[in-house]
């Protein structure tokens, strides 16, 4: 039996949830910087995965993010028996520019690669975060996954060992580090969700007992993700292209460092520069 789950934190995004998944109410967001992995623990703590079933707990953007319907991702796992844990990762172009969740990480979070080494190892494991190489079938971000009983039991023990250090044995510079803001568009997340959604794709390459089982975007799908040049591109990029890699990402540098920003910046001073009326909308200050 698979249950897939979708979380939503306002009433507002119930309409963005996916019929295909059973809505999961979190509106009480007791730890908002821990995103979902608080409710993984929640429920985790309430009763482990039942033994035969596949459990997961996805965002109320799944849709947005992935441009696939929940049928297709149910679909998907029940058409292929044999794993312990199924996955979609919503970037899949990022498998051409970096050669992993870290790299990755550290390109749009400087600084955390370094930072969650040091945590990971403190942890209890001796993974070499810089060395490891990710490709289609284990990078993952946004924690899209459904699992079984043997891969929640070591998702889980991995994850609250990280979480253990993270709360109670952090220096006070390493504690500025992991609250300082790592959302540089929005500005309301720290480096916590960041590491802890990279806990996957580190997991899965150093426990060889786990079989795992990435979906496959299909032409279609591509071009439904990233529209048709873009997606007719991304088939043509080999998957490990170290020699072109920094020149692909010069859209992502010019995006992430000054157009994001620039946006952000804009937003800021259009909010301020208004009030809000009770239509919800924004309306020149009186």
């Not at 309430?46 to 109320?60: I, K, N, Q, R």
């Not at 044995?169 to 959604?197: M, V």
């Not at 390459?205 to 079989?211: E, I, S, V, Y």
Request: proline share 8%; net charge positive.
């Amino acid at each position: 039996m698979v249950k897939i789950h979708q979380i939503y934190y306002l009433d507002s995004q119930r309409p963005f949830l996916d019929p295909a998944f059973i809505p999961y109410d979190n509106r009480e967001n007791a730890r908002p910087q821990w995103a979902e992995y608080h409710v993984f623990q929640k429920e985790y703590a309430a009763g482990p995965c039942p033994d035969g079933e596949y459990v997961g707990y996805l965002s109320w953007k799944f849709g947005a993010k992935t441009r696939l319907s929940g049928r297709r991702f149910a679909d998907f796992v029940a058409d292929n028996p044999g794993a312990d844990v199924y996955f979609v990762n919503p970037y899949p172009l990022h498998a051409r520019l970096f050669k992993s969740v870290w790299e990755q990480g550290d390109f749009y979070h400087p600084g955390i690669l370094r930072f969650s080494e040091s945590i990971i190892r403190r942890a209890g494991y001796a993974f070499d975060l810089a060395s490891l190489v990710n490709d289609d079938s284990s990078l993952l971000f946004c924690n899209y996954w459904v699992g079984n009983r043997p891969f929640w039991d070591r998702y889980m023990r991995f994850a609250s060992d990280v979480e253990r250090v993270l709360l109670n044995e952090l220096t006070p510079e390493e504690q500025a580090f992991l609250h300082s803001t790592a959302d540089l568009q929005r500005h309301t997340l720290s480096h916590i969700p960041f590491i802890l959604e990279r806990l996957f794709s580190t997991l899965v390459l150093n426990a060889p007992d786990l079989k795992y089982r990435a979906y496959r975007y299909s032409a279609a799908d591509l071009r439904a993700r990233y529209g048709p040049v873009r997606g007719t591109l991304f088939r043509l990029l080999p998957e490990s292209p170290p020699a072109v890699r920094k020149l692909v990402r010069v859209p992502l540098v010019l995006k992430a460092h000054v157009t994001k920003p620039l946006r952000a910046l804009r937003r800021r001073r259009l909010v301020r520069g208004r009030t809000e009326s009770d239509s919800g909308r924004l309306s020149p200050p009186a």
